[in-house]
Nanobody, 119 residues
């Protein structure tokens, strides 16, 4: 199983970016999917998570600016980021709780994609 993230880049303050993360491999089901980020010198933090049923939780710092969504048919999670601020600069990692059969489930991480918000 692999998670492949894409969509990072350089954007000016106030701009927007959309991150995507697709899971592939021997997948039986996917429960929680989400995005985390790690800024230089800081610990990794949760940005947003979404269950297979569509329940969502956001970090307070991104509420009203970021939107997480997923396409269960494509095993893909998205993060639409609007009104970006310099403090959103970080490496963004996708994360998923994936069952490879009816019994075994594991936590998987994508490779990280860099988001830089700067003028």
């Amino acid at each position: 199983v692999q998670l492949q993230a894409s969509g990072g880049g350089l954007v000016q303050p106030g701009g927007s970016l959309r991150l995507s993360c697709a899971a592939s491999g021997s997948i039986f089901s996917i429960n929680l999917m989400g995005w985390y980020r790690q800024a230089p010198g800081k610990q990794r933090e949760m940005v947003a998570v979404i269950t297979s049923g569509g329940s969502i939780n956001y970090a307070d710092s991104v509420k009203g600016r970021f939107t997480i969504s997923r396409d269960n048919a494509k095993n893909t999670v998205y993060l639409q980021m609007n009104s970006l601020k310099s403090e959103d600069t970080a490496v963004y990692y996708c994360n998923a709780n994936i069952k490879t059969d009816q019994i075994r489930g594991y936590i998987y991480w994508g490779q990280g994609t860099l988001v830089t918000v700067s003028s």
